[in-house]
C-alpha cells in the first residue's frame, strides 16, 4: 500500500513511535494516506493537525468549514447542514459552532425520538456546555421557539423539552426562560401557554 511506504518511509522508527504514540496509529496512518494522495487532512482534533503541519507539511480542513461551503453553495440545503452538524455535536466535537436549529435537527434526524441518537446526546453535550447564564437562556428561548415551528408532533414535543430541561439542569436558566416567554413567542399564545405548562411541570418536580 502507497501510504505505508509513505508511513515507513518519512520518520526514522523512533519518531514514529513516539507520534505513534502521541495522536494514535490511525491517525498517523490517516496524515501519511493525505500525503500520498496530495490532498488535505479532514481534522477537527485540533492538537493532530498541528502534528500533520508541522511534522508532515498536510494541510488539515475542518469539517465544519467543508459542510459550510456546501451550505453556501447549494450543494446541501439548510436542513442537512444543521443535520451533520447535530450528529457531530452528537460525538462531541469541541471544535464546531452550533446553534439552536442544530439541536431541532438533531431532532428530525431521529424522527423526534428524544432518547435515540442524535438527540439524546446532543442536548447532553449543549446541556453541559460552559456558557453564561444569559446566552444559556437565549439558546434555550431559540431552541423552544423553532421546535414549536418545527414539524415535531406536538406530543413528542413535550418529551423532546423535558429533555432538553434534563441535560440542561439549571433552575436559574429555567425560570429566566419562564419569565420571559411573552416576549420570545410574542402573538402566537398557543406556544406561549405549551411552554409554560411544560416548563412549570419541570420546575414542579424540582421545588
Given at each position: 500500500m502507497p501510504a505505508n511506504e509513505v508511513f515507513n518511509g518519512l520518520l526514522e522508527p523512533k519518531r514514529r513511535k513516539e507520534i505513534a504514540e502521541m495522536i494514535g496509529l490511525h491517525h498517523l496512518e490517516s496524515i501519511c494516506c493525505a500525503m500520498d494522495e496530495e490532498c488535505s487532512f479532514w481534522c477537527d482534533d485540533y492538537p493532530i493537525s498541528i502534528v500533520a503541519k508541522g511534522e508532515f507539511d498536510v494541510e488539515p480542513i475542518w469539517n465544519q468549514a467543508i459542510?459550510?461551503?456546501?451550505?453556501?453553495?447549494?450543494?446541501?440545503?439548510?436542513?442537512?447542514?444543521?443535520?451533520?452538524?447535530a450528529n457531530l455535536l452528537a460525538m462531541n466535537y469541541v471544535t464546531i459552532v452550533w446553534q439552536a436549529t442544530t439541536l431541532v435537527g438533531a431532532g428530525k434526524v431521529a424522527n423526534w425520538d428524544s432518547k435515540a441518537w442524535p438527540p439524546k446526546q446532543a442536548l447532553f453535550v449543549a446541556g453541559q456546555a460552559k456558557m453564561p447564564t444569559q446566552v444559556h437562556a437565549?439558546?434555550?428561548?431559540?431552541?423552544?421557539?423553532?421546535?414549536?415551528?418545527?414539524s415535531c408532533p406536538v406530543l413528542l414535543q413535550s418529551k423532546i423539552i423535558q429533555a432538553c430541561l434534563n441535560a440542561l439542569d439549571s433552575l436559574i436558566?429555567?425560570?429566566q426562560v419562564r419569565r420571559n416567554l411573552p416576549g420570545v413567542f410574542r402573538i402566537d399564545f398557543g406556544s406561549e401557554n405549551f411552554v409554560r405548562r411544560e416548563l412549570d411541570n419541570w420546575?414542579?418536580?424540582r421545588s
Open positions: 459542510f459550510l461551503a456546501f451550505h453556501k453553495t447549494g450543494v446541501i440545503d439548510s436542513e442537512n447542514y444543521h443535520q451533520f452538524i437565549q439558546l434555550l428561548e431559540s431552541f423552544l421557539k423553532e421546535l414549536r415551528q418545527s436558566v429555567v425560570q420546575l414542579r418536580l
